[in-house]
């Protein structure tokens, strides 16, 4: 399982209720319900993506985080996770409210638009970077709403939402985001793994 | 033709009060089993059959001598597994094959019921079909399973005896019919209404069928079942069996003639009045209504696995429709799945060779068996 899914796992405690938003095949869903007895629900708006889960007799509603999110009561999760999904929003904003309305606690990770890599590769080359983390051109990718540690960092404050975590991953390097190391962690980590509460 | 054909019949001794007010008792329910009810009885599945269906889910329909109706789906190694499963479906009451309905005799006047027989429900339907529960000493289903109305008989026998079953799966149903539906539906009826030969549903006494009339209702509801691009593909503008237009009013078209075919088969197979009946329980289903307009509500006692399944190309009982009941299922905290599959076979996905559909509903039943 990849280092993110590892940081997230940590994250959550035993024994609670949890829904992944955009969860893909069901990679972090399975691991959660088989290694912390979480009772996990998945939304994922790919068909062939929520077969999958169905095949690992996960629970997934196919449908989309925009709309869909609407039908959970709130506060009905003790986490909502949303991995590298964020920025593939029409309306990144409404996404995070309503996940902070469905879970007490909501954990983000954010593909850094900030690293080292994608800024020399924008500075050098002059052409959008394209990366591990942000494999697609300029006119495929899904992503819409690109942001760095930084501006995410700043948003959250902003809107006056706690973070009670903050954690830079670069490859195998998980470490602390603090408000001292902030700068040097949006240029040297390529994602960032924030517990945020309303 | 119970005797001839040695039809399973349940003789349910116990009164049940149906919802039109009348009381029925010592009344036949016709069944089929496949696979073993293992020692634990704890691997039983209740299936419940769409509007034309009937007990004879797969193999050999004794009746039509074809395939049982959902043999894509029900057998060895299949979606619904009868290695591994014990699948029990019944013909509903007011059905034809058997089971309780206007075709029989009324005990007290010797004659046959026709529309003397009382107006029954989907909510009477499953209340009758809970007696095989008890036949058969299973105290909870492993699964129930329905498609059309058969899933609207799954979400009210859910919402009746909560603590029935483990896992439930409607399919291309919907919580209360739509406007549309009850208009095609009273497009069927009045079909068979308008033959002479159905003689306000007396037709016994005077040994006719009211076969047209039945048979353009089935050709108008068959149209329903499909999709537009799936007619198209399948029969665009084709003649049948001939050149050129005849200018006539014969079948020149491919299209004319699949619908005739089908309607005719179908008079062979299903009783006018028991087609009068059964569209009248569907569009008399309201399963919030049941609960002062809170759908949720009917399902806020149950602890069961639901998983919902709609089709892409279903303009009969659309995706939203299945949607609402997530919806409600969601805003209760309860364990729904649910997945729209991909097809252009409209609403009769779920009865096709649709590999997609069939790969979920063998997944989820294989997981949530291990999970045991």
């Known amino acids: ?198 | 033709m119970n005797k001839e054909l040695n039809l399973k019949t349940l003789i349910v001794k116990k009164p049940l009060k149906l919802d039109c007010g009348k009381t029925i008792n010592d009344f036949p329910i016709a069944y089929e089993t496949y696979g073993t009810l293992n020692e634990e009885k704890d691997n039983a599945i209740l299936v419940f059959h769409a509007l034309t269906g009937d007990q004879f889910v797969t193999g050999l329909n004794p009746i039509t001598n074809k395939d049982g109706w959902w043999s894509y789906a029900v057998g060895p190694d299949k979606a619904i597994d009868t290695n591994k499963y014990f699948v029990i479906c019944s013909n509903v009451i007011g059905g034809c094959l058997g089971s309780f309905g206007p075709s029989h005799k009324d005990p007290n006047t010797q004659k046959v019921f026709g529309t003397n027989f009382p107006v029954i429900t989907i909510n009477d339907m499953v209340n009758a079909q809970n007696n095989l529960l008890d036949h058969f000493g299973i105290e909870k289903l492993f699964s129930i399973v329905g498609g059309s109305m058969g899933g609207m008989q799954v979400l009210q026998f859910i919402s009746n005896f909560p603590d029935k079953a483990k896992t439930v799966i409607p399919i291309a149903c919907t919580s209360n019919h739509s406007a549309q539906n009850i208009a095609f539906n009273e497009l069927g009826r009045q079909a068979i209404a308008a033959d002479t030969n159905w003689n306000g549903g007396d037709y016994n006494s005077k040994d006719t069928i009211p076969n047209k009339g039945l048979a353009v209702a089935r050709m108008a509801a068959h149209i329903t079942y499909l999709s537009k691009k799936g007619l198209q593909e399948k029969f665009g503008r084709k003649l049948q069996e001939r050149e050129d237009l005849k200018f006539g009013f014969d079948a020149d078209f491919q299209i004319e003639s699949y619908l005739r075919y089908q309607g005719s088969v179908f008079v062979d197979r299903f009783d006018a009045n028991s087609y009068l009946y059964i569209t009248r329980a569907m569009d008399y289903f309201d399963l919030a209504k049941q609960f002062n307009g809170n759908l949720s509500d009917a399902f806020k006692e149950t602890k069961a696995k639901f998983f919902i399944i709609s089709f892409t190309s279903d303009w009969l009982y659309p995706t939203q429709e299945n949607k609402d009941i997530v919806i409600a299922l969601n805003s209760i905290g309860a364990d729904v799945g649910f997945v729209e599959i991909e097809s252009d076979k409209g609403h009769d996905s779920f009865l096709l060779d649709v590999p997609d559909f069939l790969s979920a509903l063998k997944n989820f039943l294989e997981k949530s068996y291990t999970d045991n």
């Open chain 1, 1 to 198: 399982m990849k280092n993110e899914f590892k940081v997230i796992a940590d994250l959550i405690e035993k024994d609670k209720k949890v829904l992944d938003v955009g969860c893909a095949d069901g990679t972090l869903m399975k691991f959660l319900k088989d290694n912390k007895n979480i009772n996990i629900r998945g939304l994922e708006i790919s068909k062939d993506k929520v077969q999958k889960c169905i095949a690992k007799g996960l629970t997934v509603i196919e449908g989309n985080a925009e709309k869909d999110l609407m039908q959970f009561p709130d506060k009905s999760f003790d986490y909502v996770v949303l991995s590298q999904t964020l920025q593939a929003f029409l309306n990144p904003e409404l996404v995070i409210n309503e996940l902070l309305r469905v879970g007490k606690k909501a954990i983000v990770t954010i593909p850094n638009f900030g690293y080292w890599k994608i800024r020399l590769h924008l500075l050098t080359k002059g052409t959008m970077p394209i990366t591990k983390t942000l494999p697609d051109e300029w006119y495929n990718t899904p992503n819409l709403h690109m942001c760095t540690i930084k501006d995410f960092v700043h948003f959250v404050k902003s809107r006056n939402f706690k973070i009670f975590k903050s954690i830079a991953l670069n490859n195998e390097n998980i470490s602390s985001i603090s408000d001292t190391n902030l700068g040097i962690k949006n240029l040297f980590a390529d994602l960032g793994i924030f517990l945020i509460e309303k």
